[in-house]
Structures are given as C-alpha cells and as structure tokens.
C-alpha cells in the first residue's frame, strides 16, 4: 500500500549507457514531479506533470525525457548517461498542479554512473 | 526564479540542546511547508503555515511563520538521536507550479 513508489531503488551503470525509472502513485493526486538530489543533498525540480501535461521543465539536459502513460505514472527516461548524473532521483506527487500544496516523495532512485 | 535562502547548512547539537533552523525569502509567500528528510531517507511532509505569524507546535518542534510571510523557523527543543536528518523549507513559486526547496539544513545530534 506505498503511496509513491519508484523503481529501481538503486542503479548501477556503465558512462553511455540508458536507463528507465519508474514512478507510480497511488493516492489520487494528478500531479507528479522528478527531482535530483545531489550529494549536498540539494533538491533541484526536473519535471512536473499535471493531468499527463507537462507544466515544468526546468533547464536540464534534453537526454533526459519525462514520460507519463496516466496520472498514476510519471517514468523518466535517461539516455546517455554521463558521470554527472549520478545522484538520487526523487519522485513525488502532489494535489493541484498550481496552488503549492504538500508533495509526498518516493523512496529515491540512486543512480551510480561508472 | 524565487528562492529561498535556508540557514546555517550543517548543525552539530549536543543531546539536548535546541537547534533551529532559519528560511528567507525576498518576496511574500502564500505559504512554507517544512520537510523532514532521514539519512538514506525521503523527503516527509512536517507542515504548512499559511496565515502571517502563525506559530504551530508538533511534540518538541515549533514552526514559525513571519508577520511580513517572507520567513520562517524550525526550532527543536531538547533535541533526540531521532531528530537526525535534513529539514527543508519549500515556498510555492511566483507561478505556484511547483516548490522551491531551500538548501537544507543537515542536523547531527551527539549522544
């Protein structure tokens, strides 16, 4: 019964290299959102979709695509991975996509690149 | 963008002691919210003040909410080994599309 989940929690890979992380929610909100945290564990926003729309995409590489299939579901695909993107990657959601209400975060994704 | 300048980054505490941690802003807020995160942990949801002053208590934790809504305190009386973690601020955006997180402050308790 975990309200948000993503999957994988950790992810070891090779420099070049593409991977997928998923991220389902179960409680009913229509806006979910992907977030790195880096090693001084600042939480920058990468994406946020509300109602299957994207409504942020903040200035990060364009190797790394957003999809939604439903509300439920928020994947972030990752292509060519480079060693800077190793850090962990959060997944939340929220109610309402405009008015600042509470986001419930996922365990976390830790991406290794090597 | 807005941000939000959270302070200090890193706080080493004796069991016992009180700790705060601080959040500004340069412009008025609709609302913060604090959020707790454990080490290898989430963030969690602590809470959310709306209204200017507002001061709210959770067991040993207080939250403030500045008269001007452009600040806000965490403070923790008598700390635990359980307070360890990051606390966060958040503040909706000028668009409120999304929350802008502070940088965090890392607290450490010393048995």
């Known amino acids: 019964d975990t309200a948000v989940s993503q999957t994988p929690k950790y992810l070891v890979t090779q420099m070049g290299n593409d991977k997928s992380i998923k991220c389902e929610q179960n409680?009913?909100?229509?806006?979910m959102y992907w977030y790195k945290q880096d090693s001084k564990k600042f939480l920058k926003i990468m994406f946020s979709y509300n109602n299957k729309e994207l409504i942020i995409n903040e200035t990060v590489p364009n190797r790394f695509s957003p999809k939604s299939p439903d509300k439920a579901h928020l994947n972030l695909h990752i292509n060519s991975l480079e060693l800077g993107d190793s850090a962990v990657y959060f997944c939340?959601?929220?109610?309402?996509?405009?008015?600042?209400?509470?986001?419930?975060f996922g365990d976390g994704t830790r991406l290794s690149i090597l | 963008g807005q941000q939000v300048m959270q302070i200090p980054q890193y706080q080493h505490v004796q069991e016992g002691e009180d700790f705060t941690t601080y959040c500004n802003s340069s412009?008025?807020?609709?609302?913060i919210q604090w959020y707790k995160q454990r080490p290898g942990g989430h963030p969690v949801f602590l809470i959310q003040?709306?209204?200017?002053?507002e001061v709210k208590k959770q067991k040993r934790l207080t939250f403030q909410f500045g008269e001007a809504k452009k600040n806000s305190s965490l403070h923790i009386t008598a700390t635990q080994t359980t307070d360890v973690g990051t606390y966060f601020c958040a503040a909706p955006s000028s668009s409120a599309r999304q929350l802008t997180f502070g940088s965090g402050t890392q607290l450490t308790v010393l048995p």
């Open positions: 939340a959601s929220s109610h309402g996509g405009r008015s600042g209400q509470p986001q419930h």
């Open positions: 409680l009913g909100h229509d806006t």
């Open positions: 003040l709306v209204k200017s002053g």
């Open positions: 412009t008025t807020l609709s609302n």
